[in-house]
């Protein structure tokens, strides 16, 4: 659905919706959310002169108690009412991820219908909690020699607010996997969306509003500038971030973190790596599984995804075989525009984010060979390669390099290039390719391939002091393994080091980042009546 004439979304904050300040033409001063194929401006979006004081204020004082009236199961059950609200729209959904996001209809699936899956298993885990309003973190322990004095560690959530910034890629997704838990745990959530993307969050939220399932002021959204919002963050309010290592150094150095003391989860930039075992030669069934799921990561999203392939790793003798393989995949990908029904990539989200991704294939090709670059038309010209998409497109191809001798690789392992994109390294033995995978100094994901699945075995535990997630695949699972790049709801989502640190979803473990654990000291008869109106934190 792209409107006719472009409109100033508005701003939903202290449970009103609120234009954000524009000049007499209405537009002049907001920004224009714009067709990565097409150019055709959008909207606009505009946060200026936003009482954000107001907002804070009104989401603490006011719709976190009313949150927290709520039992887990109750809020649970309001989950469950925003997954049949956000199903109703779904069609809307996918058309402004088209216009807005140049997704193909596959890959806005990855971001919508994974949020409402999220959604879901977030309400089913929260159901299990029932009537509880607290959480209790283990049993009781004497701290008296006749019991009459003990302590309990009882969780809380926390009095303050979360606010989310978001990135581009997942406006959708990166919404609802986050205010799942938070939402599930009683803290209101204030969400900033990446500007560029920002049409389907806020539409999202009106919807969720419109149905009235949660208090007032529950669930807020915030389009265009971020300025002044981690000037309001006080010592209880969390802080999500999704983004760029260097904007969360910026962010970390905010006094809201360093002298107020709120929390922080950052999820950064992450080098992930595919390891092709050296038992997986070409003709058996585990490098073939490694050459479709590198491909596959390279084009879902248009490699737009936080836990894409950036360095698919295979012993030196395969190298070759892989490359011809994975080329060759990556040669049937039709790229353009998304509403072509021939397409299978859509574009980058913006003109912005294609400069900065071809100025990364550049950076990366003085040390790398070019063995793949879908963006050399068949004449030679680059805007033959896109099907109804011009030059001005946002639209970039598959480009593959490779580095066979991985160990001399700088670059590769420490650039990050947020696009279908990836660099086939050559290593020499498996302790050589656990060495470089952790050369990218904390990631996400690292997926193993073997026809043996015990082989992988010493690989995967070496490698997850430095990986958020390990994915290992052998051919028993080739046809019901959830991928390398898909973040379940029932895993962990983060990453030690350069991938921020942080963890998100994980089960329940969610939870964790919304609460206050606290040690109530007291007479047993006390500590034994903490059990009223609580149950026990689950592990899972």
């Known amino acids: 659905m792209v409107m006719s004439t472009p409109a100033l979304l508005e701003n939903y904050v202290a449970g ?320 353009g525009n998304p509403r072509n029904e021939t397409v299978t990539m859509g574009s980058l989200v913006s003109a912005a984010q294609k400069r900065a991704v071809l100025e990364g294939i550049a950076h990366l090709q003085t040390e790398a060979e070019t063995l793949y670059n879908g963006n050399d038309g068949p004449d030679g010209h680059r805007e033959s390669t896109f099907v109804d998409a011009g030059p001005d497109s946002a639209c970039v191809a598959p480009v593959l390099l490779g580095l066979r001798d991985g160990a001399s690789g700088q670059r590769v392992h420490d650039t990050e290039v947020f696009g279908p994109v990836a660099t086939l390294v050559g290593y020499r033995d498996l302790d050589e390719a656990v060495a470089l995978a952790k050369r990218g100094q904390g990631s996400l994901v690292v997926s193993l391939y073997s026809n043996d699945a015990i082989a992988m075995r010493a690989p995967a535990v070496a490698l997850a002091d430095a990986h958020g997630r390990v994915h290992a695949i052998d051919p028993s699972v080739a046809k019901t393994q959830t991928g390398h790049g898909n973040v379940m709801p029932q895993s962990l989502h983060g990453g030690p080091g350069r991938a921020g640190g942080g963890e998100e979803l994980g089960g329940l473990r969610a939870l964790r980042f919304y609460h206050v654990r606290s040690a109530v000291q007291g007479p047993a008869a006390l500590v034994e009546a903490l059990t009223q109106d609580a149950v026990e934190f689950p592990k899972s």
């Open 16 to 335: 009103q919706w609120v234009a954000g300040a524009s000049s007499p033409s209405g537009v002049s001063e907001a920004t224009a959310l714009t067709d990565p194929v097409t150019g055709e401006t959008l909207a606009f979006v505009s946060s200026a002169g936003l009482d954000l004081d107001a907002a804070f204020t009104f989401a603490r004082e006011t719709a976190g108690p009313a949150l927290r009236a709520l039992s887990y199961g109750e809020r649970a059950q309001r989950l469950s009412q925003i997954v049949a609200t956000l199903q109703a729209n779904r069609d809307d959904y996918y058309a402004i991820a088209t216009a807005n996001s140049g997704t193909v209809a596959t890959d806005s699936a990855v971001d919508i219908d994974g949020a409402i899956y999220t959604l879901s298993t977030y309400a089913k885990l929260g159901a299990a909690l029932g009537d509880a309003h607290t959480l209790l973190d283990g049993p009781a322990v004497p701290l008296a020699k006749d019991g009459s004095f003990a302590v309990r560690h009882v969780f809380r959530p926390t009095p303050g607010v979360a606010l989310f910034i978001n990135a581009f890629n997942f406006p959708a997704w990166g919404l609802w996997e986050k205010a799942a838990g938070a939402l599930l745990a009683g803290v209101p959530v204030i969400v900033k969306p990446a500007t560029s993307t920002a049409w389907l969050t806020q539409r999202m939220v009106a919807d969720v509003v419109a149905a009235g399932i949660l208090p007032p002021g529950s669930l807020s959204v915030i389009c265009g500038s971020a300025a002044g919002l981690l000037d309001r963050i006080g010592p209880f309010d969390v802080v999500s971030f999704t983004g760029s290592a260097d904007t969360a150094a910026t962010l970390r150095a905010h006094p809201a973190f360093t002298q107020r003391s709120a929390r922080i989860n950052v999820e950064a930039d992450s080098l992930n790596s595919a390891i092709l075992l050296p038992d997986a030669a070409p003709g058996t069934p585990a490098f073939d599984q490694f050459v479709r799921e590198v491909a596959r990561e390279m084009t879902v999203k248009s490699g737009q995804k936080c836990t894409a392939i950036r360095r698919a790793m295979v012993p030196v003798e395969h190298f070759d075989a892989a490359a011809s393989a994975i080329a060759g995949r990556l040669a049937r990908t039709v790229v």
